[in-house]
């Protein structure tokens, strides 16, 4: 799917089934919360945190699921369009990244 389509499948999700979008602030809350809950995975699955009892049905790609649908959402509400965005993050990156990661002693 490409990222256009994503964006709206989500609008026509949010206007039919979820009435309407959660506003910029409170989407950006949610935002946190969600990227929170991928961490607390990452830092049980990857890291040195323990699970508990209650962390046994978690599910790291539902959860970064949630993270690109709020972020999503937020995309619509203020008019950004995510392919056109990551292009240009991409090349701003490949301009600004050319030789620094090659010349990184701590990559090789």
Same mark, same amino acid.
């Given at each position: 799917?490409?990222?256009?389509?994503?964006? $709206?499948?989500?609008? @026509?999700?949010?206007?039919?089934?979820?009435?309407?979008?959660?506003?910029?602030?409170?989407?950006?809350?949610?935002?946190? @919360?969600?990227?929170?809950?991928?961490?607390?995975?990452?830092?049980?699955?990857?890291?040195?945190?323990?699970?508990?009892?209650?962390?046994?049905?978690?599910? /790291?790609?539902?959860?970064?699921?949630?993270?690109?649908?709020?972020?999503?959402?937020?995309?619509?509400?203020?008019?950004?369009?995510?392919?056109?965005?990551? /292009?240009?993050?991409? $090349?701003?990156?490949?301009?600004?990244?050319?030789?620094?990661?090659?010349?990184? @002693?701590?990559?090789?």
């Amino acid at each position: 799917m490409e990222l256009k389509d994503a964006q $709206q499948l989500v609008d @026509e999700w949010i206007k039919t089934t979820g009435i309407r979008y959660f506003n910029e602030l409170t989407n950006t809350a949610i935002l946190m @919360e969600e990227v929170g809950e991928v961490a607390r995975i990452m830092a049980r699955e990857y890291g040195e945190q323990s699970y508990k009892k209650s962390d046994t049905e978690v599910d /790291l790609a539902d959860e970064m699921a949630d993270v690109l649908f709020v972020l999503i959402c937020l995309a619509n509400q203020t008019g950004i369009d995510l392919s056109e965005a990551l /292009l240009k993050n991409l $090349q701003k990156k490949s301009i600004r990244d050319a030789d620094r990661h090659k010349n990184n @002693e701590k990559l090789k």
